[in-house]
């Protein structure tokens, strides 16, 4: 046992290195994103929505940092104050499916058994199921706009985080601790809630994290196809099927603005996700 | 025992982890095994004695670095090149460890997993090896040898998984065997005949054995000297008999005083606080704030191992407390 | 040892059978547990002695409540008297005990709100002073398990199961992973905690030495069946059953040799 605690202190020392360099970059560019979305229609130099026909599909320049669209509208200003709204989305998306298969996962490595066992076929079945499919299928029979395709895709990012928490959960769940705390008498939705839940919040963390990054293209794809969000609002993904006209024009920069917002926000979470799960050591 | 050391570890230290977070495991630690020696090695968790086994065999992670120098039969092992190490690894030593399940494939069979080093090795042929495995495993008390090939760790005790590790250790014939802690997760009725297996094949052999345990009594039934480690140091060195009968070290003492008997019902005589490692200890002795006996000279300056008596210990104190640590132990 | 007056038994364990159902359709049921009984007088010490698949462990769990017995009977002094659990365990891997994020002062102050009703303030002074009990200080309230060495935290366990002032401790292997030199001060304190309160303890452990510092009471058990009975004193040093003998001439002492069992 002497060995084992020697080989643990070891292991732990390798792997507490403070310095993960991706780790620390996608957490700063992810949080800056973040703040940007939130401030962003407060500093955006001009009204998004406000047209000038007059200055239309423009270049980059000094006035207009990304350029102008077709209506002449600022598309840096389009693209701050549109994060807001590319960022709700996929933010309640997350929030949603964190927290509905987090519960999900819980009771499956509570209870185990028939419980946990009709968990797992009902994640299978909706693993088989694309999530911009029922997206589409949810604003095509509820209406386009922002709740149809935000809930659906909430409930189909649920099995992901409640696959990845069951297993952590399982883990947990079997450790001496959690029969202490049966022994010692303290309720099950307390023990469920106050201990076995910090015990797996990390790893809820690095997956909704990566479900951010997923979330935030599926979402922009919704309206990008017409059935999420409408013109003339400011979103990415509306941004990018608005610039689509353009680029036949040679007017690139509208589509171009709003791709690379998409691109890099996504790579941004996902490496941070990747790097979290790594350091709370889930599996996949 | 005047033959030459076959293996000998001259002031070995090992640290680990990255650039700016370095810590000592183990410091300057002198230490030899000769053929037919069995020495053991004892000591508490962070006592470092397993790290230093694992150097011994250069088998520690790429972030720990071991420094001084390790000779095996003269030749430094530290600067073997890669095919020396795996004939040194394959061919002069062997490793024996606490945890045998660990350290088997539970889908490779016993016959598998014993001959796949010596036939990799090219030390004998498949057949050869497997005769000879099976001819050991008579030897050592398991019956139906044949059969014991075909079948998997999952259908063995720990007990006798341990044996078929000894089969294993022995079967390309080494120099020495390292056995690290290779009872500790068995009962012990099967600890003693695993002991007694391992040093009945040692002795015939003419084997140097470093035994590494945490169990100073079973050390002292097992072993011809002994080292105690505490917090990555040898502390005091000596035959086993009379290390154990009389320890020079105040931490050698504690250990034998401390220990509950099956015979008497005595209120214990624990050290205080818990066992260190090397890299939380600053400057002193790494023992003084544990110790009873420990003055302003041992807080400031790290005692070095020293002869007295015929035995090496490291204690600026030994003269003064030696009839005192008579009493702690034998009272 | 002190003499307690002996009025009605801690616990009373009665033909206890426990089988584990097979692993392959038409296998034999494994019989983990096999007609135990013993009896915990109030503030004894039962040691429960036993090697790995002897079942020691299991009847633990099962007097704990961790286990359902297929058959038998275990009553425990109190069971009746409202919520109050009357049984207690510390584990043996001091590692897995402890919720990893919660701070020590928490969990203790968690358990005395929760389960006994005290207020914050009451609450918090009791969890400073069953530390103290434990050995441990203020400042170890606010740390983490992980800042804790093994035996403050087989401490901290203990602590934890006194909080709620159960009629019987259940020791599972509590000492069995730490350190020689630890292992007696925590022996110490389990001695001193018997000298203070009427707790009793059930004590599962394979090792003779420390089953002899703590018990009056002894049984030792193998493949299930409990092979030997007696007072602790008498059981060691004068064993009747091969086993015990066996496993008494296991132990390594001065002047001990391994030996190869002859069957």
């Known amino acids: 046992m002497a060995t084992l605690t020697a080989t643990l202190r070891l292991r732990r020392m390798s792997t507490r290195r403070p310095g993960d360099p991706l780790l620390m970059v996608s957490a700063a560019l992810a949080a800056g994103l973040v703040v940007l979305a939130v401030i962003g229609p407060w500093i955006a130099p001009y009204d998004p929505a406000a047209t000038d026909v007059l200055a239309a599909s423009q270049g980059p320049s000094g006035a207009h940092l990304f350029g102008t669209d077709s209506l002449g509208r600022d598309i840096f200003s389009r693209a701050l104050t549109g994060a807001r709204l590319s960022f709700a989305g996929p933010g309640i998306i997350v929030l949603g499916s964190a927290g509905l298969g987090t519960l999900l996962a819980l009771a499956a490595a509570w209870h185990g058994g028939w419980v946990d066992r009709l968990l797992n076929r009902l994640l299978t079945l909706l693993f088989a199921i694309p999530g911009v499919l029922v997206a589409v299928v949810a604003a095509a029979v509820f209406g386009a706009g922002f709740w149809a395709p935000v809930l659906a895709l909430t409930l189909v990012y649920t099995p992901y985080v409640a696959r990845v928490v069951r297993s952590v959960a399982v883990r947990q769940r079997q450790l001496p601790y959690i029969e202490a705390l049966q022994l010692a008498g303290l309720p099950t939705w307390r023990i469920c809630l106050r201990h076995l839940l910090p015990n797996v919040a990390p790893i809820v963390l690095a997956q909704a994290t990566i479900g951010f990054g997923s979330a935030l293209m599926d979402f922009g794809a919704v309206s990008f196809l017409g059935l999420g969000m409408q013109p003339p609002t400011a979103e990415w993904g509306v941004m990018v099927a608005d610039g689509r006209s353009e680029v036949l024009d040679g007017a690139v920069q509208q589509s171009m603005a709003a791709g690379l917002c998409i691109v890099i926000s996504v790579v941004a979470f996902n490496v941070l996700g990747e790097r979290l799960t790594q350091r709370f050591g889930g599996t996949r | 025992m005047n033959n030459a050391p076959l293996l000998e570890l001259r002031g070995v230290g090992i640290t680990a982890g990255d650039r700016r977070n370095r810590r000592t495991l183990v410091r300057d630690v002198d230490l030899t095994v000769a053929a037919g020696e069995t020495v053991g090695l004892v000591g508490e968790s962070g006592s470092g004695k397993s790290m230093l086994v694992k150097s011994a065999m250069r088998l520690l992670p790429r972030h720990a670095a071991t420094s001084g120098r390790i000779d095996f039969e003269g030749r430094s092992v530290l600067g073997f090149s890669r095919r020396e190490l795996s004939a040194y690894r394959s061919r002069d030593v062997a490793l024996i460890h606490q945890d045998p399940r660990a350290h088997t494939n539970p889908l490779r069979t016993i016959g598998d997993f014993l001959v796949e080093g010596v036939v990799a090795g090219k030390l004998l042929g498949p057949r050869e090896a497997r005769q000879r495995a099976c001819a050991l495993m008579a030897a050592i008390g398991i019956t139906d040898p044949e059969h014991r090939l075909t079948q998997y760790p999952h259908q063995l005790s720990g007990g006798l998984l341990q044996r078929m590790m000894i089969v294993a250790a022995l079967l390309p014939s080494p120099k020495l065997v390292f056995a690290d802690e290779p009872t500790t997760a068995l009962d012990v009725t099967v600890q003693s005949e695993v002991m007694a297996i391992l040093q009945e094949q040692i002795r015939e052999r003419n084997l140097g054995l470093l035994f590494i345990s945490h169990d100073l009594d079973l050390a002292a039934a097992v072993t011809d000297s002994l080292a105690v480690m505490y917090a990555g140091t040898v502390v005091e060195r000596g035959t086993t008999a009379e290390v154990y009968s009389r320890p020079l070290h105040p931490y050698t003492a504690g250990l034998l005083a401390c220990r509950p008997s099956a015979t008497a019902v005595t209120r214990l005589k624990p050290i205080p606080g818990r066992p260190v490692s090397a890299y939380e200890v600053a400057s002193g002795c790494a023992f003084a704030a544990r110790c009873p006996f420990a003055t302003e000279e041992c807080r400031k300056d790290r005692p070095q191992l020293r002869t007295v008596e015929d035995r090496l210990v490291a204690c600026h104190r030994v003269e003064q407390i030696g009839a005192e640590l008579a009493q702690v132990v034998h009272s | ?263």
């Not at chain 3, 109030?42 to 286990?67: C, D, H, N, Q, Y």
């Not at chain 3, 020689?180 to 110490?188: E, T, W």
């Not at chain 3, 030495?209 to 703590?214: E, F, I, S, Y």
């Not at chain 3, 058990?221 to 060691?236: D, I, S």
């Open chain 3, 1 to 263: 040892m002190t003499t307690r007056s002996v009025i009605a038994p801690a616990l009373v364990v009665e033909g206890l059978r426990k089988e584990f159902p097979a692993h392959s359709r038409g296998g034999k049921a494994l019989v983990a547990v096999d007609d135990v009984s013993f009896t915990l007088e109030r503030g004894g010490s039962l040691a429960v002695v036993g090697e790995s698949g002897s079942g020691k462990t299991t009847t633990a769990r099962i007097v704990a409540g961790l286990e359902r017995a297929t058959s038998g009977t275990v009553t425990a002094a109190g069971s009746g008297k409202g919520t109050a659990r009357p049984v207690q365990m510390v584990f043996q891997d001091p590692f897995a005990s402890l919720d990893p994020r919660q701070r020590i002062g928490a969990g203790l102050t968690e358990l005395l709100r929760v389960r006994i009703g005290l207020g914050r303030a009451a609450a918090r002074e009791r969890a400073v002073g069953l530390l103290a009990e434990v050995g441990l200080d203020e400042q170890h309230a606010a740390r983490l398990p992980r800042d804790l060495s093994g035996g403050q935290r087989q401490r901290v366990a203990i602590a934890r199961a006194l909080a709620l002032e159960p009629e019987i401790l259940i020791l599972d292997e509590a000492v069995a992973a730490l350190d020689v030199s630890v292992q007696a001060q925590v022996l110490n304190l389990l001695r001193d905690i018997r000298e203070r309160t009427t707790v009793a303890f059930l004590f599962v452990s394979h090792d003779l030495a420390v089953v002899r510092q703590v018990t009056d009471q002894c049984l030792v058990m193998r493949n299930g069946r409990v092979v030997e009975q007696g007072p602790t004193a008498e059981v060691l040093d004068h064993p009747r059953d091969p086993y015990t003998r066996e496993l008494l001439d296991a132990v390594p002492r001065p002047g001990w040799q391994p030996r190869r069992r002859s069957a």
